[in-house]
């Protein structure tokens, strides 16, 4: 018999003490530099030991500023406070990226009160209306305060619009027995302008902003996860001080820099390295941006697609600060070469804000003094992932489009 291929990687001596510490959903004992935050929400929500309503709370900030697990752990201290000293404290969390649709939400929420005997509410077939009735319901067979967290609200809404909230907000009209709050939490600083007057004045928040964390502090949370999950001497001195350079260029996201000290032990790991080094890191880098983009690359519209050629095939030129009406010219040229209707002007500059939206380009707006504002285009892709290859290799059209010769503009 062959030998099972575990008996020699379950053998192997592994560099991670726990490597749950260096997964997104990981608890740890403290949260540094989120004290202030901490102390904001937990001030709120202490009012529902007192058997009061907490103010509804919008949480905003970048993504791995910290606002979900903050959250999770006052959540956490309030529950068991609630049971301490019995007071009924009820708190759950949807997220609103994988549970998108008022009705997945809602009945999402309902089914986590429900009890013996009770009807499963099923994934979709009840009146949105029904499914609302029937969590009042439940919510005031429980008794206490609810408190609803819903992550990435933004998402949500944007997709979906704001009836949600209204629905929500409009239940302490109708309950008896028991009240609730709403915590949002959202990526979008502006999140408050895709809501109506009306749900927006019902709403009525308090507003709590974590802002991204510097590189120091990074530094700090990665050293409280390197105690708990990496072994002692396998880290290069650079090592967590590169990570938290590198994460906090990009918006000082900690996930980030979690994800880039696991990768990196992990790359020492396979290729039998007793050390971890910057060069281990600069792998890990490079493996993040290609995992992350290139998905998104291949799943581009056609259009975006083209575009996006049209903008890769000017900076190979030797161009940068590329006006629309330059990358237009291009695009328009490539449309015909492949026989593909172009789109309008107007419509172009509304992809390009997409493109910038994802990440793969950078779309600034200058003045032109008299001669009005225009974008400059840079993408915003790194060099060690192949975009031609990524985005040819996905649609033949992209794949014809670049056996032709184009006009392009000299670079001065």
Not at 65 to 78: A, E, N, P, R, Y
Not at 255 to 277: C, P, T
Not at 397 to 406: G, L
């Amino acid at each position: 018999m062959r030998e099972n291929i575990f008996d020699s990687l379950i053998e192997s001596d592994s560099l991670f003490v726990d490597r749950q510490a260096f997964e997104h959903g990981f608890e740890p004992d403290s949260l540094p530099h989120r004290e202030k935050e901490v102390r904001g929400l937990g001030e709120n929500l202490v009012e529902a030991l007192r058997g009061h309503i907490p103010s509804n709370m919008l949480l905003y900030g970048v993504p791995g500023s910290g606002k979900t697990i903050v959250t999770k752990t006052v959540l956490k201290q309030l529950k068991s406070k609630g049971k301490s000293n019995g007071t009924a404290v009820k708190a759950y969390t949807i997220n609103c990226r994988t549970v998108n649709t008022k009705y997945r939400v809602i009945q999402g929420l309902a089914n986590r009160l429900e009890r013996a005997g009770d009807t499963k509410i099923p994934f979709t077939g009840w009146p949105t209306d029904r499914v609302l009735e029937e969590f009042r319901r439940r919510m005031d067979r429980r008794g206490g305060i609810h408190v609803i967290v819903l992550d990435e609200i933004d998402h949500l809404v944007s997709k979906n619009g704001d009836s949600i909230i209204y629905s929500l907000t409009n239940l302490n009209l109708e309950l008896e027995s028991s009240k609730c709050c709403i915590i949002g939490i959202s990526n979008d600083l502006h999140f408050t302008k895709m809501l109506t007057p009306q749900v927006a004045s019902r709403l009525a928040q308090i507003d709590l902003v974590f802002h991204p964390y510097g590189a120091n502090q990074i530094n700090d949370i990665l050293q409280e996860r390197v105690r708990h999950g990496i072994r002692d001497g396998v880290l290069d001195q650079s090592v967590v001080g590169l990570c938290s350079a590198l994460a906090a260029q990009e918006h000082g996201d900690a996930r980030r820099a979690l994800d880039l000290l696991r990768i990196a032990v992990k790359k020492a790991q396979q290729m039998g390295h007793d050390l971890v080094d910057r060069g281990h890191v600069r792998l890990a880098q490079n493996q993040l941006e290609h995992d992350q983009l290139t998905p998104v690359l291949r799943t581009l519209p056609l259009q975006q697609k083209i575009l996006l050629f049209s903008i890769c095939i000017n900076e190979e030129n030797g161009l940068k600060n590329i006006s629309t009406g330059e990358i237009y010219r291009t695009y328009a040229e490539v449309c015909m070469r492949i026989m593909i209707e172009p789109l309008t002007p107007r419509r172009i500059s509304s992809l390009l804000n997409e493109l910038d939206s994802l990440g793969i380009i950078i779309a600034r707006n200058v003045s032109k003094g008299r001669g009005g504002r225009s974008k400059q285009i840079n993408s915003a892709l790194p060099e060690s992932l192949d975009v031609m290859t990524e985005m040819k290799d996905s649609e033949p059209m992209i794949e014809e489009a670049s056996k032709s010769k184009y006009r392009l503009q000299r670079p001065l």
